[in-house]
């Protein structure tokens, strides 16, 4: 018996890990609107738009994945499945929150993906 064989992933896990991944982008987006607020306390414009934006743009992107990948296409996950899982989520967040640090001014795409990353 080979143990390293690795079977394809199937079709309905791939929309299973990308349903869930515009879920936990859902969620982020709403997170990041919580730094809003305090901005808004201080008065702090530029962290204010900075943070609405990038929440924003969280929002509908995940919004429009959850749209390309209804609930009734997802299936099970494989472990290998998960882990892809798991990846994507640890990108997307990375991603997404690297956003506020760019749209300051504060940090290049590069310290502020590494940024978000931490």
Do not use: H
Request: proline share 4%; net charge positive; hydrophobic share 55%.
């Amino acid at each position: 018996m080979n143990s390293f064989f690795i079977n394809k992933i199937k079709p309905s896990e791939l929309k299973t890990i990308a349903y869930f991944t515009g879920t936990i982008c859902i969620i982020l987006g709403i997170f990041l609107l919580l730094p809003v607020i305090i901005a808004l306390i201080y008065d702090t414009p530029k962290y204010t738009q900075a943070f609405l934006i990038s929440a924003i743009i969280t929002i509908v992107v995940g919004l429009l994945i959850r749209a390309n990948f209804t609930r009734n296409k997802i299936g099970e996950l494989s472990l290998k499945g998960a882990l892809i899982f798991v990846f994507s989520i640890w990108g997307v967040t990375a991603l997404f929150t690297s956003l506020p640090y760019f749209f300051t001014g504060l940090l290049g795409p590069l310290d502020a993906i590494f940024q978000g990353m931490s």
